[in-house]
């Protein structure tokens, strides 16, 4: 909806209505349309001003729509319609001006901004191109290099930032509508002729072929090419070539998992666990100090996401050289972040100590302590004599069972898992594992905390390696596995890093450290040295490859030590290892192509997630999602895991596990689980159904 009032005598005001950001939806496209026939008509109209509700211009086209046969007037002739006005129309910017809402802002004559709004074109990020003119009307107004670079990397800009680059006209810290009606009084009956965006030239640039050319290179082609026709070509043309690269694009794969992609970050938020608890029943509590206890890589990291998030942080380690060096690494830490923002670092909010006691007095304890159940246990013990009756206490391991910890501990409603991903202070992911006791106010306020830091919080049971771990387990095994067969660590990677993953499972190993795994897997009693014959690729009466041991007992450890799955100088000692190894084992190697390598190490881990959602472990497929791409790298553009399945179809994903599962029985985990069996015989309901379809006992399945 769009509301039409007529203020100070002659400004017709356009109230854009749609909570929660003002979205473009059908209604509102009509609702703008009419309101502005209706200012064009009024005779005591001189001029108008466009705003939105509730302090927030517009978030831009309504996302939801998308996919869906369109309904309600386009857009485009709407922005048109405002451009050809005759009188002059202002658009009030507070809060945010985004996509279809900067484009409608760049068809008004003027803008004015609140100074804490921000501008951008995020439709890339959507899998989308500007394409209500935006292409077109950004290069005329700021130029084509600048344009460009908004358009191709969807980054928002600040008012400030705006004003220099030409975006609006003027900047306000009073109250933007108020500030944009005087404007729009002191603009009635100027000429409008060069306030038509559209009617502008592109301002030259030197050298735009070269800069289109390396723009092609580095990012998304049709956005570039749309921009181009905006430099090159007179507008209604450069509106035409916009229109069929959007159309290109508009029923892209791509477009499609980013844009499920921002509703899944978004509804993780809206957790519940099979208990009972649930986001919009249980209310957190707030959490001004934080105790960090063990100051390693991880500690140091959460350190610095909690006082970045204006929490008072008492920072706990009782080994005195690792207080000295953490006190340093943070203050380093802290002190780029702040270069960064352009802003300076506010230590005061941390205080370091080699005293459990000093976290006596936190609303919140976030033990990060070598990664050992004993350590563990000894801590929480402590930690509950220490600390307030009522202190939230975490643990941010990795896999070990929360269950078990809690039960350490006198008020085992209070123990949670925080489980960061490193670096913590820069990954947005964080698990928030709540155990069989953890009250719905504990995982409320764990969940709230991690929003506060920045971060996507995703509600996760507990389990062995909860749901991130618990999967990449599976996929790793596989690829060792597909060692064993035959494959090599590049070529397995090579289709992985093919697929879109920023890095294959063997660097990406390489790069966290093999002795990480190797420790837990002799925890678990599964790394064994010395074992000869059949027995040697049998654990817990299942297939078990010790690949990732015996580099471990060569020491190489990966990029620590310099040497992992890759020498990071020439050597052939791996191949020959693999060589050796398969022949000692009576392997026949064989030629392992790439489609091989992606279905058994991608479905295998997508299986694993059917598992989790059966376990319960997560609520919906979006949980699993979120947590994959924004903590273990799978490629945005394809949504996540479970969004990949829906999208192969998970008739072809349950067969083609079935295929491998006939090939090779005796490699574990290869079967489709049940949930994903029953999934199919039902029809291959998609994703969004998922979670009424797997619903305790209401279930359909
Ligand atoms: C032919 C012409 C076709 C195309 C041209 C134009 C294309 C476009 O405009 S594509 C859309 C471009 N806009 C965006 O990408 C902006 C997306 N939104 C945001 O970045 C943020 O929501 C915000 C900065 C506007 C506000 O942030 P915040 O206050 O943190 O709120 P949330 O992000 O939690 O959002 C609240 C709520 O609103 C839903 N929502 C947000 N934007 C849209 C949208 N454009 N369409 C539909 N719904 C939107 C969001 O999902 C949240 O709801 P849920 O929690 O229920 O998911």
Redesign the pocket.
């Known amino acids: 909806m769009a509301q039409y009032t007529r203020v100070s005598g002659s400004v017709g005001l356009i109230t854009l209505q749609n909570p929660?950001?003002n979205?473009?939806s059908a209604a509102v496209r009509l609702g703008i349309g009419e309101a502005v026939q209706r200012a064009l008509g009024d005779q005591e109209v001189q001029s108008v001003v466009i705003c939105g509700q509730n302090g927030?211009f517009c978030?831009?086209?309504?996302?939801?729509e998308f996919g869906k046969e369109m309904t309600g007037p386009?857009?485009?002739p709407m922005i048109h319609a405002i451009e050809a006005a005759t009188k002059p129309v202002v658009a009030a910017i507070e809060g945010?001006a985004?996509?279809?809402?900067l484009?409608l802002a760049l068809g008004c004559h003027y803008r004015i901004s609140h100074c804490k709004a921000?501008l951008g074109l995020?439709?890339v990020?959507?899998g989308?191109l500007?394409?209500?003119g935006?292409t077109q009307r950004l290069p005329r107004l700021i130029g084509v290099p600048a344009a460009l670079n908004l358009i191709t990397t969807g980054h928002h800009v600040t008012a400030a930032e705006a004003l220099q680059l030409g975006i609006v006209d003027q900047v306000t810290e009073h109250n933007a509508v108020d500030v944009a009606v005087k404007f729009a009084l002191s603009v009635t009956g100027k000429p409008l002729h060069d306030r038509r965006v559209s009617s502008l030239e592109c301002p030259a640039a030197p050298d735009l072929d070269s800069l289109f050319e390396e723009a092609m290179l580095k990012v998304r082609v049709a956005c570039v090419q749309a921009v181009r026709a905006a430099a090159t070509l007179p507008y209604a043309r450069g509106m035409e070539r916009e229109k069929a690269l959007?159309a290109t694009l508009f029923g892209s794969g791509q477009a499609r998992a980013l844009q499920y992609f921002?509703?899944a970050q978004?509804?993780v938020?809206?957790w519940s666990t099979p208990g009972g608890a649930r986001w919009d029943t249980s209310q957190p509590r707030p959490v001004r100090t934080a105790a960090v206890i063990g100051l390693g890589t991880m500690g140091r990291g959460i350190t610095v996401a909690l006082a970045q998030a204006g929490l008072s942080v008492v920072a706990v380690e009782t080994q005195a050289k690792q207080l000295t060096e953490a006190r340093k690494a943070v203050a380093g830490m802290l002190k780029r972040a702040a270069v960064r923002r352009g802003t300076t670092p506010e230590p005061g909010s941390i205080t370091y100590s080699d005293q459990l006691q000093a976290a006596a007095r936190a609303d919140l304890v976030i033990e990060a302590v070598f990664e050992d159940m004993e350590v563990k246990e000894t801590l929480f013990r402590q930690l509950s004599a220490v600390c307030r009756p009522d202190a939230l206490l975490c643990t941010n391991t990795s896999s070990l069972d929360v269950d078990h910890l809690a039960s350490q501990t006198r008020h085992p409603h209070l123990v949670l898992g925080m489980h960061f991903f490193a670096p913590a202070q820069a990954m947005k992911l964080l698990e928030v594992v709540y155990g069989a006791r953890s009250s719905p106010t504990a995982v409320a306020t764990a969940m709230q905390l991690g929003k506060t830091m920045g971060k996507v919080s995703v509600a996760v049971g507990n389990c062995r390696g909860f749901a991130g771990n618990r999967m990449l387990k599976r996929y790793l095994e596989q690829a060792f596995f597909l060692l064993e067969e035959g494959a090599t660590p590049e070529g397995v990677d090579r289709a992985l890093e093919e697929f879109g993953f920023a890095m294959g499972v063997f660097r990406m190993s390489d790069l966290s450290g093999l002795d990480v795994g190797w420790r837990v897997r002799k925890a678990e009693g599964l790394a064994q040295s010395g074992l000869t014959g059949p027995s040697a690729r049998v654990r817990q009466g299942r297939r078990y490859s010790p690949l990732g041991d015996l580099l471990c007992e060569h020491q190489r450890f990966g990029q620590k030590s310099g040497r992992g799955w890759y020498q990071y100088e020439p050597d052939p000692w791996l191949h020959r290892f693999l060589e050796e190894y398969r022949a000692r084992h009576g392997l026949l190697p064989r030629r392992i192509d790439q489609q091989e390598v992606l279905e058994r190490c991608l479905f295998v881990l997508i299986n694993e997630g059917f598992q989790i959602l059966e376990d319960r472990i997560v609520a919906g497929p979006e949980d699993i999602d979120a947590i994959y791409v924004l903590g273990y790298g799978w490629p945005r553009h394809r949504g996540g895991p479970m969004f990949y399945a829906h999208m192969v179809g998970l008739e072809r994903v349950a067969q083609r596990l079935e295929h491998y599962h006939q090939a090779h029985p005796e490699v574990p985990y290869l079967q489709p689980c049940g949930l994903l069996r029953r999934l199919v015989a039902s029809g291959s309901p998609p994703i969004h159904r998922w979670r009424r379809a797997i619903a305790g006992p209401h279930s359909q399945l």
């Open positions: 929660p950001v979205a473009l927030l978030g831009g086209a309504d996302i939801r386009p857009l485009v945010s985004l996509g279809g809402g484009e921000r995020p439709e990020t959507l989308l500007p394409a209500a935006g959007m921002f509703f978004r509804a938020g809206r």
